[in-house]
């Protein structure tokens, strides 16, 4: 790998640590990296595509909030995809073949997988290059190949790799016990009732109920605020005996999307299946969390894992938007009096078109709410896509760098609380906040609603769920 490439950044002198390898996983040879790169050859059309089709244009780059952040050439989208892109044309295309360098073909260099792991850890996964490549390429489809070989050799990162473990030996991310999660529940069914008087039920392992509400852990345990919002729709439509969670599995989150690892995905995904079948339910009801739902609606269900389902998949923000358009929920926007914006979170803004349904909820339930521009489809990455947010390692890296973007944006609304609907852009844009120093709260899209929502004519007497 050519200094150039390798150089550091240039802006903010901000140095990516180096990963190092899992002992539990022997070490690729080099003939095992050039055959999976190989297997391209055979794979997804749409890879062997981009393997082909880009035109070193540079449009992504101007695109992409890594590259924004800092422009070193090691952070363009196109040098990080060339690192696959250069072998499978040396072994793929008869250009590269014939013709070699001259094409931009070259062998695997011994010892240069280490490196890798920098820079597909650099890229947030996004998608944003995709919405704006004249031949629409998707760089994040190339980065996950390359996570999946690194994957596969044992150079995942340390924090991410503990995730998947420790989600597919409890089935969260927190690790928490059903015991846990039960004290975690009670505590919000007495939250409710300090603010409205009433008991205001979260069913735990009902039977037989029509939806199955499955958000990511941090709606829970640590952001709850969401969850006490869906309980409050629930309620407030005189269906809280129609739906439930689970103390075993209540945590979306799979992060073996962000590894590359589609065994872990679908290891992580099917005990929710199993639960849903157990259960009963009708409606698998997916929480704020975009690549859960992505997971479950755009990649496991028309992909049949599992066959043919015996309930529907839809996320909650759908629900509860048309149960507010119908005039079915109504709202003290008084409640919740200061500026708000919304950030798009990548996987609902570009891989599940759910865009307008969290603006008619912060609508309905707000008095100021702002847009960021650009939004929906082409909105900015937080910087923590990717399952990076959850790498603390590389906070300088996302804070000064691949959340500079987002940064910029939010500032410009005057907002005081931004909401989103996922837990990983929830823990980077607290963080970003707190580095910047800004007086702006981060918090999900139902929360919002739980502050204003009528419950028997009146909101909520306001209480804080701060430990």
């Known amino acids: 790998m050519s200094e150039e490439t390798m150089q550091s950044g240039t802006n903010s002198g901000t140095t990516f640590p180096k990963m190092t390898r899992e002992t539990q996983k022997a070490p690729l040879d080099p003939e095992s990296i050039i055959k999976a790169i190989r297997a391209i050859d055979d794979g997804p059309k749409v890879l062997k595509l981009y393997m082909e089709m880009c035109a070193r244009c540079g449009t992504c780059a101007a695109q992409c909030p890594v590259y924004f952040g800092d422009s070193a050439r090691k952070y363009n989208p ?14 793929c295309t008869t250009s590269g073949k014939l013709l070699g360098g001259l094409v931009g073909a070259r062998d695997y260099r011994e010892g240069e997988l280490e490196e890798w792991a920098e820079h597909f850890y650099t890229c947030t996964g996004c998608r944003r290059c995709a919405s704006f490549c004249p031949m629409g390429i998707d760089n994040s489809v190339i980065t996950r190949k390359g996570r999946a070989i690194l994957d596969a050799a044992g150079i995942t990162p340390e924090t991410m790799s503990k995730v998947v473990q420790i989600s597919l030996d409890t089935g969260n991310t927190d690790g928490a016990t059903p015991e846990a999660f ?23 392992d009902c039977e037989g109920v029509e939806y199955f509400y499955v958000p990511p852990s941090g709606d829970v345990l640590v952001n709850p605020e969401a969850t006490t919002g869906v309980a409050k729709v629930f309620f407030v439509l005189g269906m809280q005996d129609k739906w439930t969670m689970s103390s075993r599995y ?11 690892s589609d065994a872990d995905m679908k ?28 997971i479950m609606k755009m990649i496991m269900e028309p992909a049949k894992w599992w066959g043919d389902l015996p309930f529907k998949i839809i996320n909650c923000m759908e629900f509860t938007a048309e149960k507010i358009k119908s005039g079915k929920l109504q709202f003290d926007k008084s409640k919740n009096p200061q500026p708000v914006t919304y950030h798009d ?16 909820i912060l609508e309905a339930s707000c008095q100021d709410f702002r847009e960021m521009f650009p939004n929906r489809g082409e909105n900015w990455c937080c910087g923590g896509g990717g399952g990076l947010s959850a790498m603390d390692d590389i906070i300088d890296f996302r804070m000064n760098i691949a959340g500079k973007k987002k940064m910029e944006q939010i500032r410009a609304t005057g907002a005081k609380y931004v909401a989103a609907a996922c837990s990983n852009c929830k823990r980077q844009l607290s963080q970003l906040m707190e580095h910047y120093k800004e007086d702006i709260a981060v918090g999900g899209v139902h929360d919002m609603l739980s502050r204003a929502i009528l419950v028997n ?10 430990a």
Do not use: W
């Open 250 to 260: 209540f945590d979306g989150a799979n992060y073996g999307l962000f590894t590359g």
């Open 345 to 360: 979170p990548c996987n609902f803004g570009r891989s599940c078109n759910i865009v307008d349904e969290p603006r008619i």
């Open 457 to 466: 004519g009146k909101a909520a007497d306001r209480v804080s769920y701060e």
């Open 78 to 91: 196109v040098e990080r995809s060339d690192l696959i892109r250069s072998i499978y044309k040396k072994y």
């Open 267 to 294: 290891a992580d995904n099917k005990p929710y299946i199993e639960e849903a079948k157990r259960l009963g339910c009708k409606v698998l009801f997916m929480g704020e969390c975009g690549h859960a739902y992505r």
């Open 182 to 204: 039960r004290a975690a529940i009670d505590f919000l069914e007495e939250e409710m009732k300090d603010e409205h008087g009433i008991d205001i039920k979260i069913p735990v």
